[in-house]
């Protein structure tokens, strides 16, 4: 329980997923003929909205000539909350084969992760391309497959949910000042954070017996038949192909019957 060490970089990956999302969004400039003039990858990189605009409004003691290029996105983390309404069993748990292992996990916990995408541009129109670009994949969620335990190829869909949008327009000030427009898209990861993983101490089932009775009072009835199945090999792992054998044992006065059958699955 607590105190036991495990990481599964969960929130890692989920935060590293959502900014792979956008990470190809590009602009153009083009001619009143339609010929494009210049085309220019967006670059995101993680951090507040505060940095950036701070970066584009102070130009003095930089290291470069250059305080910033527009447009540029950035994003970052901002709330993770325990979600209710996703909740399961909190004893309940599963298997899984990692190989030749059979590894047992208990039922994950549902998180919400909260995140901020912000755009960051000089002219509208390429705050509206970005805008335009992003818009459209969220209805209000996006699915994104994310490894969430790699250990046990626990792989899940994330719905990324596009909760809001704000607009901002920094035109206050002299001539000399940089106008940023800034659009801010909120979002909600719906993930799950999963407890330590360790090696299942429960035997594996390698034989299943039913008997059948000629009455439901099983005290009394006498028994006529005995259904067993066992894999083939009965060595078989969680993750071997393998068959099953039956078998059928009939019981008389006399003598046990025992016709068997071999099937493959």
Do not use: C
């Not at 899984?96 to 995408?117: D, H, Q, R, T």
């Not at 000030?173 to 799950?192: E, P, Q, V």
């Not at 039913?210 to 894999?231: G, S």
Request: net charge negative.
């Amino acid at each position: 329980m607590l105190g036991t060490y495990f990481y599964h970089e969960i929130i890692r990956k989920t935060i590293i997923g959502f900014g792979t999302l956008f990470n190809n969004v590009y602009i153009r400039h083009s001619k009143d003929n339609g010929n494009v003039l210049d085309e220019t990858k967006v670059g995101i990189s993680y951090g507040p909205m505060q940095k950036f605009l701070t970066k584009i409004q102070e130009q003095a003691e930089l290291n470069k000539s250059i305080a910033i290029t527009l447009p540029r996105m950035s994003f970052e983390m901002v709330s993770i909350q325990y979600d209710p309404a996703r909740k399961a069993g909190v004893t309940q748990t599963f298997k899984a084969s990692a190989g030749a292992n059979l590894k047992k996990v208990y039922m994950p916990v549902p998180y919400n992760i909260g995140f901020e995408l912000n755009i960051f541009s000089k002219l509208n129109d390429d705050a509206l391309q970005i805008i335009e670009q992003i818009l459209p994949f969220f209805q209000p969620a996006f699915n994104l497959t994310i490894d969430l335990v790699s250990s046990i190829g626990e792989k899940r869909d994330v719905p990324i949910v596009l909760d809001s949008i704000d607009f901002q327009d920094d035109y206050e000030g002299d001539f000399n000042t940089r106008r940023a427009l800034i659009y801010t898209l909120r979002f909600t990861a719906k993930t799950y954070l999963f407890g330590p993983v360790s090696d299942s101490t429960d035997s594996i089932i390698r034989k299943v017996q039913a008997d059948i009775h000629t009455d439901t009072n099983i005290a009394t009835a006498k028994r006529e038949m005995r259904y067993t199945v066992t894999p083939d090999p009965i060595s078989a792992g969680p993750s071997d192909d393998f068959g099953f054998n039956e078998s059928w044992e009939i019981f008389t006065d006399s003598k046990t019957y025992s016709p068997t059958q071999q099937e493959d699955i």
